[in-house]
């Protein structure tokens, strides 16, 4: 397989080429790096969005909305299918990277530069690791990444700052929501994996979500963007081996199922690291057994969704 951060970089260029098009704006740092903002000064559309998702699935991955509904109202919905769920998913659009720094900067990093370092669990695992003179890790923050979050991922990466492209994008922004949808698949694809399901016995995933409701108010927009996966998430899974613990890969597997997000985030202080990883993960999900069984587990709640995307 070529190099993913190769294949995300080809996506950049897209972005950059019809930056206008897709309302994002690209420029480059002083140590040379390029930092392209897909929504947090820029205004990123739903097509950003999806382009973005591109980017962080490495091309892998196979994107597009569709009209749906919630609670009877009618609504945009993100979905994402691919045949190589252990690269494109785990080793590339988790959000596996936290970039904290001392000047005060703070952002979650996903994308195919995470498989340059390699210092996650899932990449022995999937045994899979990068190399490239390139380096593509999107940025999720309220504020666009410096020159000193450029050499940092150039450091770890082990490229030249010139080689860093760093998209970049608010949790609340169209192309966040779009993104986050996006998500769905990937979600279950963990879920299993911490349960020491094999991530290469999983062979094809598609996962759908609602895109949640737009807003600059960052910790709404952590909350709506995980309700919507984890009350709206749907997912199909065709792997090679069958499993008893299938039905733990669902939201409704957990204590805090029925609990807005909003809420679990206030209870652990807005620490997104001090949340239990188990309570992210889809609503509902199929898994089909080749030669087997099809489970199907997990169930949607579309008045919680509602509520937490603020119909009246």
Not at 75 to 98: F, M, N
Request: charged residues 25%; glycine residues 10%.
């Amino acid at each position: 397989m070529e190099s993913i951060n190769r294949t995300a970089i080809e996506l950049v260029d897209e972005a950059l080429d019809f930056a206008g098009e897709l309302d994002v704006v690209g420029y480059e740092l002083d140590n040379g790096a390029t930092v392209v903002d897909f929504g947090i000064d820029a205004a990123g559309g739903v097509e950003a969005g999806l382009l973005l998702a591109e980017i962080q699935t490495a091309g892998l991955a196979n994107l597009r909305t569709r009209m749906g509904e919630v609670a009877g109202a009618p609504r945009q919905y993100v979905e994402l299918s691919t045949d190589h769920p252990a690269i494109a998913l785990l080793c590339s659009q988790k959000a596996g990277w936290e970039l904290a720094f001392d000047s005060g900067f703070e952002g979650l990093g996903s994308g195919p530069a995470r498989a340059l370092v390699g210092q996650e669990a899932e990449f022995e695992r999937v045994g899979y690791y990068d190399s490239s003179e390139f380096a593509t890790l999107t940025v999720e923050s309220t504020t666009l990444p410096t020159e000193e979050v450029a050499e940092h991922v150039a450091d770890l990466a082990e490229v030249e700052a010139e080689g860093v492209f760093l998209p970049a994008y608010a949790t609340g922004s169209t192309a966040g929501s779009v993104a986050t949808a996006a998500r769905a698949a990937e979600l279950a694809v963990f879920r299993l994996l911490e349960l020491g399901y094999e991530p290469t016995d999983v062979l094809h995933a598609s996962g759908a979500a609602p895109m949640a409701p737009a807003t600059r108010d960052e910790d709404l927009a952590m909350g709506r963007t995980n309700d919507a996966l984890a009350y709206g998430g749907e997912v199909h899974l065709q792997v090679a081996r069958d499993d008893d613990r299938f039905d733990q890969i669902v939201s409704t597997a957990r204590e805090e199922y029925g609990t807005p997000f909003v809420e679990v985030f206030e209870d652990a202080d807005w620490d997104f690291y001090e949340v239990d990883e188990r309570v992210f993960a889809p609503a509902k999900v199929t898994v089909d057994v080749v030669d087997g069984p099809v489970y199907t587990v997990g169930e949607t709640d579309e008045e919680l969704l509602a509520e937490s995307f603020g119909y009246r």
